[in-house]
T-cell receptor, first 115, second 112 residues
Framework: ETGVTQTPRHLVMGMTNKKSLKCEQH?????MYWYKQSAKKPLELMFV???????ENNSVPSRFSPECPNSSHLFLHLHTLQPEDSALYLC??????????????FGPGTRLTVL | AQSVSQHNHHVILSEAASLELGCNYS??????LFWYVQYPGQHLQLLLK????DPLVKGIKGFEAEFIKSKFSFNLRKPSVQWSDTAEYFC??????????WGAGTKLIIKP
């Protein structure tokens, strides 16, 4: 499989559940990203990993916990979420951003609903 | 801090009409500029990008964008739209850390 894949595509969870989102990129990139996409709002950058090291954490609540075991895989662990966390969560990858071409390639997203 | 403004949240056009979607950014330094498109039910994909050189950039599917540095703008254009152009369009600009800052998107509906 090519490109950026995400699983699951849809997730419904209660506020007390613990779940994880998975992202895998098959493009040989060094950087991976988690974004939150809500209707009528700009994409919100949540986390950036560059060569497996977290380089950005944009004031994301601790109920979201990222993990990057290698440059091809990225996880987002979720626990005790709130209904306002319902959104489309997008994963993206790119070459090392400071290399000049920081074009990002996106996965299809996980549609998360928190009840 | 860098910010991106897309002027229209919704645009409705008839087939064969000309399209121009506005994008303005706030930070005046060296920037990289992008337009992405999200077709219904599909993932975000790149339409075109500007890093340097000719300020008129041509992308896929007949789209083009013009970088006007003095106006902090990077408007997207297409001379004649098709029903298949119905999608949401996002402008993005790099910040000083090379991360992408996104506009809120413009939903384009093309009436057949």
């Amino acid at each position: 499989e090519t490109g950026v894949t995400q699983t699951p595509r849809h997730l419904v969870m209660g506020m007390t559940n613990k779940k994880s989102l998975k992202c895998e990129q098959h493009l040989g990139h060094n950087a991976m990203y988690w974004y939150k996409q809500s209707a009528k709002k700009p994409l919100e950058l949540m986390f950036v990993y560059n060569f497996k090291e977290q380089t950005e954490n944009n004031s994301v609540p601790s109920r979201f916990s990222p993990e990057c075991p290698n440059s091809s895989h990225l996880f987002l662990h979720l626990h005790t979420l709130q209904p306002e966390d319902s959104a489309l969560y997008l994963c993206a990858s790119s070459q090392e951003p400071r290399g000049g071409d920081n074009e990002q390639f996106f996965g299809p997203g996980t549609r998360l609903t928190v009840l | 801090a860098q910010s991106v403004s897309q002027h229209n949240h919704h645009v409705i056009l008839s087939e064969a009409a000309s399209l121009e979607l506005g994008c303005n950014y706030s930070y005046g330094g060296t920037v990289n500029l992008f337009w992405y498109v999200q077709y219904p039910g599909q993932h975000l994909q790149l339409l075109l990008k500007y890093f340097s050189g000719d300020p008129l950039v041509k992308g896929i599917k007949g789209f083009e964008a013009e970088f006007i540095k003095s106006k902090f703008s990077f408007n997207l254009r297409k001379p004649s739209v098709q029903w298949s152009d119905t999608a949401e369009y996002f402008c993005a600009v790099t910040d000083s850390n090379y991360q992408l800052i996104w506009g809120a998107g413009t939903k384009l509906i093309i009436k057949p």
